[in-house]
T-cell receptor, first 115, second 116 residues
Framework: DSGVTQTPKHLITATGQRVTLRCSPRSGDLSVYWYQQSLDQGLQFLIQYYNGEERAKGNILERFSAQQFPDLHSELNLSSLELGDSALYFC??????????????FGEGSRLTVL | AQKITQTQPGMFVQEKEAVTLDCTYDTSDQSYGLFWYKQPSSGEMIFLIYQGSYDEQNATEGRYSLNFQKARKSANLVISASQLGDSAMYFCAMRGRQGGSEKLVFGKGTKLTVNP
């Protein structure tokens, strides 16, 4: 158990809909990362938050948004869903102890299926 | 830009033998970290081992060791005494700081199959 909690574990929805994925980081971790894993793209970094503020942005679509709340949990909002958004979405957290250091601890992922 | 290359889409190894999974990286950062993660068929990402760019000794964690060759920009994972439960996808990743922010960049992964 990594200590990172993601809900829901599985989600099936239709094209055009909107979903929210939730992540609770490990106790004490201020950084939250979101990754998308699809079969053809591998693990793609979406966005990082640190103590409530956006820290880094990756290949995140404009239809997607995220935020980190004062209690440090984070939500990833996916809207106007398309078939290609079907993927496993991971949340990870870490302690920032210096450049390049500190492993990321991953949640079990939220598997999104868009029909 | 940071880049991770894993050239072995799939690897096979006999139970109890050692196996090396290759990873090369590209970065202009002076300080960075290299990681290996395991993803079994159940989907979770499991942290295995970490190597800092300034670490002089190769990292080891139980049956896992990281063969770090900084000049060649390689960070190969060595699994000794393979077990059936080692069958999984293995991802090499690098973390560094660019423009005041950090992110972890992953390779495409290597699928390891351990045969009895």
């Amino acid at each position: 158990d990594s200590g990172v909690t993601q809900t829901p574990k599985h989600l099936i929805t239709a094209t055009g809909q909107r979903v929210t994925l939730r992540c609770s980081p490990r106790s004490g971790d201020l950084s939250v990362y979101w990754y998308q894993q699809s079969l053809d793209q591998g693990l793609q970094f979406l966005i990082q938050y640190y103590n409530g503020e956006e820290r880094a942005k990756g290949n995140i679509l404009e239809r997607f948004s995220a935020q980190q709340f004062p209690d440090l949990h984070s939500e990833l909002n996916l809207s106007s869903l398309e078939l290609g958004d079907s993927a496993l979405y991971f949340c990870a957290s870490s302690v920032e102890v210096g450049p390049g250091t500190g492993e990321l601890f991953f949640g079990e992922g939220s598997r999104l299926t868009v029909l | 830009a940071q880049k991770i290359t894993q050239t072995q889409p799939g690897m096979f190894v006999q139970e109890k033998e050692a196996v090396t999974l290759d990873c090369t990286y590209d970065t202009s950062d002076q300080s960075y970290g290299l990681f290996w993660y395991k993803q079994p068929s159940s989907g979770e990402m499991i942290f295995l081992i970490y190597q800092g760019s300034y670490d002089e000794q190769n990292a080891t964690e139980g049956r896992y060791s990281l063969n770090f060759q900084k000049a060649r920009k390689s960070a190969n994972l060595v699994i000794s005494a393979s077990q059936l439960g080692d069958s999984a996808m293995y991802f090499c990743a690098m973390r560094g700081r660019q423009g005041g922010s950090e992110k972890l960049v992953f390779g495409k992964g290597t699928k390891l199959t351990v045969n009895p």
